[in-house]
């Protein structure tokens, strides 16, 4: 069988008329002879107002319970696709993930897929029919509903795609793909034709929100080639694929930012071995991520400043463990709100000399300050200040000549 796995997001399936859309796309694939199996998310904002009902009732809501109310917004969205289909006179039906099943390991609330059982969905197949099947969920050992966590949806088409060997997988979102910054920040964004996978995991992970950076690493794994593609018009989107499949004359191929970061400065922190790890440690056994590090040793050698991001949702926790922890002595702690990380990203700069010159040189010709530095093999991100950030993604952008 050729088979196409179509994944809509909720804006896609935002409203009737926009799942009538979605209808019309399917019978598009299905006309080209191809085998469908759908994947939806639920409508937008319904997921929100199901975790908000949740609160309502209890501060302490359990987290296999709270798995099983979020996991019905999905059965919403597959029921209106495939009803619509039914009326256009094409067999469908929704599949909710323990009907096929979709089975998952790990916690509730971030589950990973480890196996779908295809015996099902294959028949349903062949009998003519276009399954529409709930995203972001599975069951696991206990026969228990739980979800993918954000971007679920994304990693559910994606594994879907993996073990129905499907020659395509398609995200149909709200954009038309991945530009070389975001439109709503640049209106000289340009959209990107192909992108390998590393240079798109490194730029959902630092802010970029076509998707998730573990649906990325999914495919990347798995080596399933995604296209990203706009529900609205019909236009060619993004295709995310091996690096040896994209030829680019650009040494950078996008600029991503963020806007919820905090800088965390500990002035005067006794310098000794293992003082970092004391830190941290608190921090990561509260699921605290932290981001920007750098560390500067002071004249006398008996201290040093240590500096780090996280993200501003993390602040005030970061705050109280910090001056709880009774493992390390500082004499200051100094805290920054007003920063964004700018980060510039492309395969490109492995085999480019200069780029970090050139990308420094920039910032500095219009008067933007670098508060910290990190680099990968594949990305340079700094830290400024807020104010500066429209203006450093303008620049940079004109510099690594992506206007055009």
Not at 55 to 64: D, E, P, R
Not at 67 to 88: K, P, T, Y
Request: charge should be positive.
């Amino acid at each position: 069988m050729k088979i196409v796995v179509l994944k809509f997001g909720g804006t896609s399936v935002g409203t009737i008329n926009r799942i009538k859309k979605v209808a019309n796309i399917i019978i598009r694939y299905v006309k080209k002879r191809y085998k469908v199996i759908v994947v939806s998310s639920a409508m937008g904002g319904v997921t929100n107002d199901l975790i908000k009902k949740s609160k309502y009732i209890s501060n302490n809501f359990s987290s296999s319970e709270r798995d099983a109310l979020i996991a019905s917004g999905e059965q919403i969205a597959c029921a209106l696709i495939a009803g619509r289909l039914n009326s256009l006179g094409y067999k469908s039906q929704s599949w909710m993930s323990w009907q096929i099943p979709i089975l998952t390991e790990g916690a509730y609330n971030s589950s990973r897929i480890i196996k779908i059982n295809k015996r099902k969905i294959n028949n349903y197949l062949k009998s003519g029919g276009i399954p529409i099947i709930a995203g972001f969920q599975g069951i696991n050992s206990q026969n228990r509903i739980t979800t993918l966590g954000r971007g679920g949806s994304d990693a559910s088409a994606i594994m879907c795609a993996k073990f129905f060997k499907a020659k395509k997988c398609l995200i149909f979102t709200d954009v038309e793909g991945v530009y070389t910054t975001d439109p709503n920040n640049l209106k000289n964004a340009k959209k990107i034709k192909a992108i390998s996978y590393e240079e798109m995991l490194e730029m959902a992970s630092l802010g970029a929100k076509v998707m998730q950076p573990h649906s990325i690493q999914d495919a990347r794994i798995n080596r399933i080639e995604i296209d990203v593609q706009s529900s609205f018009v019909k236009k060619r989107g993004t295709l995310i694929t091996k690096r040896k499949n994209i030829f680019r004359n650009k040494i950078i191929t996008g600029i991503t930012s963020t806007k919820n970061d905090a800088k965390v400065t500990l002035v005067g922190v006794k310098d000794r071995p293992g003082v970092a790890a004391s830190i941290f440690k608190p921090l990561s056994k509260n699921s605290i991520n932290v981001d920007m590090v750098v560390q500067n040793i002071s004249d006398n050698r008996k201290e040093t400043d240590l500096t780090f991001t996280i993200k501003l949702d993390d602040l005030l926790k970061t705050s109280r463990l910090l001056k709880q922890n009774k493992k390390i002595q500082f004499r200051k702690l100094t805290i920054d709100k007003n920063v964004s990380k700018v980060s510039i990203i492309g395969v490109g700069m492995i085999t480019t000399p200069g780029v970090t010159y050139r990308m420094f040189q920039t910032l500095a010709d219009k008067k933007i300050n670098i508060l910290v530095i990190s680099t990968s093999e594949i990305k340079i991100s700094v830290l400024i200040n807020k104010k500066d950030l429209s203006k450093a993604i303008s620049a940079l952008h004109k510099e690594f000549k992506l206007d055009s």
